[in-house]
């Protein structure tokens, strides 16, 4: 199908109806079209129709719409580091601010110029949750930085000094 077709979404959101150019390939094509929510919706249904007033032919006018079940946005996690505590060795405590973060690795590492001291573990962190890498090596002494890694990428870091 080519040519100007009408979705139409209500229910549990307010009702607006849109008119849009569409091309849809033969047996079973598809298209993305987003409908702006004003204000926003966290919760409940919302109905969505296709061609609402069978303006277009069709072999089946029965399956043109369906209902959606609504839901907020999750909070992503977000990675906050504590100071790190600097005796014989290095603890690095980090805490999720943020929403649920799932299990996965954590890398953290204390970086002093050229050399790095690092310690993986596998953890889960709930919001407000803590997780401590003790025992971690000095690789060096003077101005250092902390980082928490997650799937290669630095999620935090924070300057600290190793005596």
Known sequence: ????LDISVGKGVPASEI????????NGGTATFNFPLAPPVSGGTADVTVDPKNAIKELREDNNG???????P???????I??????????????????????????????VGNSEAAQTQKIALPKGQTATFSN??????GAA???????????????????
């Open 66 to 72: 369906a209902t959606f079940v609504l839901s907020a």
């Open 136 to 141: 971690m090596g000095k690789p060096g002494s």
């Open 19 to 26: 008119a849009l150019d569409a091309k849809l390939a033969a």
């Open 82 to 111: 504590q100071a790190p505590t600097v005796g014989a060795t290095i603890s690095v405590t980090i805490q999720n601010t943020g929403g649920a973060m799932a299990e996965t690795d954590v890398t953290v590492r204390i970086k």
């Open 145 to 163: 930085s902390a980082e928490v890694v997650i799937k290669n990428q630095v999620v935090a870091s924070t300057p600290f000094t190793i005596p």
């Open 1 to 4: 199908y080519n040519g100007p």
């Open 74 to 80: 999750e909070d992503a996690p977000k990675i906050v």
